[in-house]
């Protein structure tokens, strides 16, 4: 499975865009990449899921450059409520086998 | 989605002890995973529990240690035996999303204190 890469912890103030970029030099032909977001004391949450270029949803977009080596996941003017971990994940589509997740990006939001 | 109930919550054990935790999912399911999460850090996969045959257990993790039971397409435990204050942690219990897409739920966890 591909190792991801992402930073280990984010600030930014309430209604930025916050940007977080995961490499995955290593990702198959088959592998998506996926983001969870994870708060304290409750379990790790889907937020969005991708295979190439944009994807977007009520949440966030994806960014995923041609050679798909990297994404980029942004959350458009964040609030408080977006504190959180983020999780960068590269997984098989149909398959939640063996889904192993890296270090995560500790995203912290301020006033 | 799939709305998964973990028990107990949380709970304070004394070292040596053994403790079972539950995991009831409201659809059936083909493969249940059960994650550790250890005070600040990421989730590591212990095993992974299909209905009808033993658990695989992923490197560092044995039967003896963690045994899961998996009766039926809803239910499954992880007992963590013979406890030691390094087993404190946070431990989920996971299914694959029905739409096929890879996507996981997660339960609320439930977070042991080994003293």
């Known amino acids: 499975l591909a190792k991801t890469t992402q930073p280990i912890s984010m600030d930014s103030y309430e209604g930025q865009e916050v940007n977080i970029t995961c490499s995955h030099n290593n990702i198959a032909t088959n592998d998506y990449i996926t983001w969870y977001q994870q708060f304290p004391s409750q379990g790790p949450r889907f937020i969005i899921q991708g295979y190439k270029t944009k994807v977007t949803n009520e949440v966030a977009s994806l960014f995923i450059p041609a050679d798909r080596k990297s994404s980029t996941l942004s959350l458009p003017r964040v609030s408080l409520s977006d504190t959180a971990v983020y999780y960068c994940?590269?997984?098989?589509?149909?398959?939640?086998?063996?889904?192993?997740f890296g270090s995560g990006t500790r995203l912290s939001i301020r006033p | 989605s799939a709305v998964i109930s973990q028990k107990p919550s949380r709970d304070i054990c004394q070292r040596g002890t053994s403790l079972t935790i539950q995991c009831q999912v409201d659809?059936?399911?083909?493969?249940m995973f059960w994650y550790r999460q250890q005070p600040g850090q990421s989730l590591t996969l212990i095993a992974t529990a299909n209905q009808g045959s033993e658990a695989t257990y992923e490197s560092g993790f044995v039967i003896d240690k963690f045994p899961i039971s998996r009766p039926n397409l809803t239910f499954s435990t992880l007992t963590v035996s013979n406890m030691s204050p390094e087993d404190s942690s946070i431990y989920l219990c996971s299914v694959e999303s029905l739409a096929g897409t890879g996507e996981l739920f997660f339960g609320e966890g439930s977070r042991l204190t080994v003293l």
């Open positions: 659809s059936q399911v083909t493969m």
């Open positions: 994940l590269v997984v098989l589509y149909s398959s939640a086998s063996k889904i192993i």
